[in-house]
Every structure is written in C-alpha cells, then in structure tokens.
C-alpha cells in the first residue's frame, strides 16, 4: 500500500506538458502532497474551467458566411448556457443577445471594409506609404527625420517595433489582454478614420455602443494614433447618442421626483419609529 507521500510523488513525476505546468504553479511544500496535487489537475482541467474556454468562444463566436440568423441565434444562445451556467436566465439572455448583435457586426464590417478596404484606405497615404517602407526595410530611421512632421507619422515612428506588414498592409500587434492573444490591427489614415467610426458606431447592427464598446470595437480589427480620443470626441457629437441620453435623463429625474415625493410622506412614520425604539 503506497502513502500519500508516494503516492505524490508518482503522480508529480509522472505530469508532462501542460499538466507539468500546474506542478510549478503549487507551492513547493504542496508538490508532493496527493490531495492537493489531485486538487490543483482538477481546477486546471475539469469542466469548472472549461467555462473559461466556453467564454471565449462566447465572445468570439461570429456568424459563418452559411449560418443563418436563427441558426446564429442558437449557437449563441448554447455558448452562453455553457460559459455562464450559474447566471440567472434574465442576464443570459441579455449577454447572448449583445453577443449575437456583435457576431453579426463584425460579419458586417467585415464585408464592408475588413476584407479588402485597408488597403485600399493606406494606398494614397503618404505617411503609411513612408511607414510601409520602414519596416520593407527593417529599418528605423533617425528620429530628426520625422521630429518635423506630424502626430501619427511620429505615433508610429515610436511603435516601430509593434509594426508589421501583412499582405501589403501596415499592421500593429496588439495584445488583447482579456483573451491573450495577439490582434493584428491594420493602421487607419487620418483621412479614412471617420468612415471607421462611423461603421463601429453607427451602422444598424452597431447601434451607437458608448465610448469604451466602441473602442473596443474598434480595436479588434483597426488602430490609428489618438483613437481613444477620437471616439470620445465623435461620440459626444453623435446626435443620436446626445438625444438618448437627454431622454434619459429626463426620465431619471421625473422618477427621481416621484420617488422623493413617496420619501417624502413616508419619513415621519420612519422618523417616529427610530425614535420609539
Ligand atoms: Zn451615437
């Protein structure tokens, strides 16, 4: 019969790959110990985590070119049972019908410019055709070359190393830190950025997300230097976003005052009762 100590220490050497990693994640006085080690295999690899995977294949998920929308529609709604099995109905209805709104927007966006428009939209850029050459090049240049020129050209002067060329596209590596991956972004022209704000923000399916929604949008597939500033800028000048947030708020003062006026006639029975007691 082996010990808890033998046991452990069969079981530690005998872990490879992946599994070996759980290893180094134990404190050294736990690496040998059966329970813990049985513990810490099972919170790595049992379905619990596999809730983790589900999620980012929740928020991954996009249409395919052949599934239709009720089809969508299930995929979605399936996901986010498996990726949420603990949250109640209302709020998985809720997340699985933003995400089917975002599975749609990007087939959408897509078509309309991912495919073929970045390209096109850096062709007749001189900064980009300049970056472009760059990184042909594998060289940076002397920063007094660009010290005279503009924002986005001395932008991603400083980024050199975050640039690349893919398929006759300037792109940036972007780490997306929830999912840890790396996006490949291609790089906006100045000219071009308010027809990308207006696809993340304005078509149908996009249904003028707020600020951070957008940037977020946004950054899955495109960069420019200063995007952050130029969502919020063109957010806050979006007429529709403007008049929603005004009904809003008209709505959250008129209950604001509906309430009060409950408060109101209620307080003295509130007040007499605390001094009661
Ligand atoms: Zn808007």
């Known amino acids: 019969m082996w010990s808890e100590h033998q046991k452990g220490l069969y079981l530690a050497v005998s872990l490879i790959g992946q599994a070996q990693a759980v290893l180094g994640d134990l404190p050294k006085e736990k690496r040998q110990i059966f329970s813990d080690l049985v513990n810490a295999l099972e919170e790595r690899f049992a379905p619990s985590s596999q809730t983790e995977l589900y999620r980012v294949q929740f928020k991954e998920c996009r ?3 052949s599934e239709t929308l009720p089809g969508l529609g299930q995929s979605v709604r399936r996901l986010s ?3 949420y ?3 109640p109905l209302e709020l998985r209805d809720t997340l699985a019908k933003e995400q089917f709104i975002d599975a749609l927007v990007d087939s959408e966006m897509r078509l309309r410019i991912k495919q073929s428009r970045p390209k096109e939209l850096q062709s007749n850029d ?3 055709k300049l970056v472009k050459r760059w990184l042909t090049e594998g060289q940076r240049p002397q920063y007094s070359e660009v010290s005279g020129r503009g924002y986005f050209i001395r932008s991603l002067w400083s980024q050199f190393g975050c640039l690349e ?3 006759d596209v ?3 590596r972007h780490m997306d830190c929830e999912f840890n991956v790396v996006k490949l972004q291609a790089v906006i022209p100045m000219s071009e950025r308010k027809q990308v704000l207006q696809c993340c923000h304005e078509t149908k399916f996009s249904s003028h997300l707020g600020i951070h929604k957008t940037i977020e949008k946004i950054r899955q597939s495109f960069y ?4 952050q500033s130029d969502v919020r800028t063109y957010v806050a000048g979006c007429n529709q976003c403007t008049m929603r947030k005004r009904s809003m708020k008209r709505k959250r003062v008129s209950w604001r005052l509906e309430d009060n006026g409950r408060h109101e006639s209620k307080r003295p029975a509130c ?3 605390n001094v009661n007691k």
Do not use: E, I
């Open 224 to 227: 420019w230097p200063g995007l």
């Open 63 to 65: 249409q395919k070119a």
């Open 126 to 128: 001189s900064d980009l």
């Open 81 to 83: 049972n498996l990726a």
């Open 165 to 167: 060329v893919h398929g």
């Open 170 to 172: 300037v792109v940036r």
């Open 271 to 273: 007040m007499a009762y």
């Open 85 to 87: 099995p603990t949250a």
